[in-house]
């Protein structure tokens, strides 16, 4: 097997760029889903927490046509976008981006939760008692003390938009350059006959990615929970 | 204790796996509906066409639609299938080289045109005799088309962009689709300007108009042959099939705008 | 110095009724286990929210269910020394001694780190991070990050539980000095009548 040509490297960069793209999008959100799930009880909380779960259950298609409901250009939130902030995702890699961030969200939501959880209140209670109001309890003490956690869950969702496919096909198509991350581009690779190398070369790309973030996330768990905690 | 609960769960498990054996094995009955892999562009005609059958009796055929390229594939992986009925003669010509379709069965059944359509409000107009026509309808949109470079109704529709000498023009501009449907459902919801399916897919859909159909010297006949896998179990396969190429079964597909196969 | 405590709650099964007004440097909690002692200590630190009732320490209304008022726990100045110390584990004795000090405003600090340091006699110890340090050596930071936040008055749940003679009769002779030499109220919590009868007089019993 020979080394990858240019533009297979060039495939492996939008597809690192799209998943560094949907993790940093995710990475905020997921945590503040996390934090809302381990610390607060309120009305609709079981139901946020299916909701978070669902992009692991259902059809990717089915979350892909979702999405295309949404954040096509006639969709609601699509339109909206397009109209104030000028941004599309349409056959664009930006769209690649947020399937990918949707289909990543419950698992860095999981590894996050986990850890913020395993953060003790009663620490919380003594940094309230030396002065620290409730944000500032939170940023020194309920932070500092997840983030460990809340690496783990960035690679680990990073992992999973390396591979995704089914969302991100369904949404924005299959474009070169834009939307032709190493999942589509195995996928069009099978589809025509002759290009058995190309798609080797590409698999093993993929492999090796998705093992060596898989790897560092768990090493992450583990650093943070002395062992104890397993996110994989 | 442990020995009761892990006697429990063996025999939980030793009977979740019988009742997933029982339904994986093929019912080898007289009863068993025949399985036919089918086109996408197929859906509703080939949905009829299972129910007039069924309405005389016999079992109604199991179908699954899907890009003909996939569903090649997976006869040659060896699924479990009694029909193939393709969107083009090459990937035919596959299981058939291969020698997975039983001898005799093969028959070109349909033809079709491809076509340009526009979502239903649009007020694009095209020349397909103007190389610069389509690309200027375009804007800045994209191009939907089932993907070009493997499932039929896309290498049709670059077949004829090509001889018309549109195809440079559009090349980079097009949104790859899954199979046809996934393109003609970009053009419904307004995503895509323009589209190429096939006129059965247009007439089925009134979410979009036609704006050109593409002349049939533009590209290689679109021709969807019918034919029975060697690895068929159904006692029901050849009857299914009979049933298709007969002049009731044919008449079905004309009603959904199919054609007669054309030949050069 | 006064303590003045009215509190009605109910946890479950247990239901707490306190009505006290003392104005002892060291005041002793006493009674059974599970009666509350430690919910009474959360309640007047801000951190358990009583059903009904007033607390009020020198003058300083900080909580009172009839006028509406609840002081959240980081301005009422409350030094609690936990059972369990609390000690911050992601942060050296010294961060964790500085914790309390930095939030707090200067003109309300009583005592500067070097002192409290040296009162403790954990000057050895500042380097180390928390996990590493002897059941003892936690309590007496514990005790100094606590004295650091310039608190108005010392919350002490039994803080000789978990420790050898030689560090009891340690810990003991610390809370003796800060009853004796800094005016700051405490309220302490001990079951053993012995330590309470050393300490102070003033007994206040629950239930």
Known sequence: MTLPTSAEWDIVALSLKVSVAAMLACLPVAYALAWLLARRRFPGRMLLDAAVHLPLVLPPAVTGWVLLLLFGRTGPVGAWLERVLGITLMFRWTGAALAAAVMALPLAVRAMRLSIEAVDRRLVDAARSLGAGRIRAFATITLPLSLPGILAGAVLGFARSIGEFGATITFVSNIPGQTRTLPLAIYTGLQIPGTEMQVARLAAVSVVLSLVALLLSEWLVRRAGGGRAHVL | ?264 | ?207
Not at chain 2, 170 to 192: D, F, K, P, T
Not at chain 2, 203 to 224: D, E, G, N, Q
Not at chain 3, 66 to 80: I, K, N, Q, T
């Open chain 3, 1 to 207: 110095m006064s303590f003045e405590i009215a509190l009605r709650h109910r946890i479950g099964e247990t239901a707490i009724a306190l009505d006290a007004h003392f104005t002892e440097p060291l005041t002793a909690l006493v009674g059974p286990s599970g009666i509350g002692k430690t919910t009474v200590l959360n309640m007047i630190a801000g951190l358990v929210q009583p059903d009904c009732g007033r607390i009020a320490v020198n003058g300083n209304v900080l909580f009172d269910s009839a006028a509406g008022m609840d002081l959240p726990p980081e301005v009422r100045r409350a030094g609690y020394v936990f059972q369990d110390n609390r000690l911050f584990p992601h942060m050296r004795v010294r961060a964790n001694l500085a914790y309390g000090e930095r939030l707090s405003r200067p003109e309300h600090r009583w005592i500067g780190q070097a002192e409290a340091v040296a009162f403790l006699g954990i000057g050895h110890l500042l380097d180390r991070w928390p996990a590493t340090l002897s059941g003892g050596e936690a309590r007496r930071v514990a005790i100094g990050r606590a004295l650091l936040a310039a608190p108005r008055f010392l919350l002490m749940d039994e803080p000789l539980t978990s420790l050898d003679a030689a560090r009891r009769e340690e810990i003991l002779r610390v809370v003796e000095r800060i009853r004796d030499e800094l005016a700051i109220p405490i309220l302490y919590i001990s079951h053993s009548p012995a330590e309470v009868a050393r300490l102070t007089s003033c007994v206040l019993r629950l239930p």
């Open chain 2, 1 to 264: 204790m442990i020995r009761q609960r892990q006697t429990a769960a063996v025999s939980l498990l030793a009977s979740f796996l019988a009742v997933l054996a029982a339904a994986c094995s093929p019912a080898r009955d007289d009863a068993a509906p025949p399985v036919v892999l089918a086109a996408a562009s197929l859906q509703e005609s080939l949905e009829a066409a299972a129910d007039g059958w069924a309405r005389q009796g016999h079992p109604r055929p199991v179908l699954s639609f899907a890009a003909s390229s996939a569903l090649a594939r997976q006869a040659e992986s060896g699924a479990p299938a009694d029909l193939f009925f393709s969107a083009d003669e090459k990937w035919m010509d596959e299981l058939d080289g291969k020698g997975l379709l039983r001898p005799g069965t093969r028959i070109t059944l349909l033809g079709n045109a491809i076509v340009l359509v526009a979502p239903q409000d649009s007020k694009a107009a095209v020349a397909l005799d103007d190389p610069a026509s389509l690309p200027a309808a375009l804007g800045d949109g994209r191009l939907a088309m089932a993907d070009p470079a493997a499932v039929p109704a896309g290498k049709y529709g670059k077949a004829a962009l090509e001889t018309l000498g549109i195809w440079p023009a559009v090349e980079h501009r097009v949104a790859s689709g899954e199979n046809v449907r996934a393109a003609l459902a970009l053009v419904e919801r307004g995503e895509a300007p323009l589209g190429i399916v096939y006129a059965t897919d247009a007439a089925a859909s009134a979410k979009v108009r036609v704006v050109a159909t593409f002349p049939a010297a533009s590209h290689p006949p679109i021709l969807y042959p019918l034919a029975v896998l060697k690895t068929s179990a159904s006692p029901d396969a050849q009857g299914f099939r009979d049933f298709l190429a007969s002049d009731a079964g044919r008449a079905i597909f004309l009603r959904y705008g199919f054609t007669a196969p054309q030949t050069r």
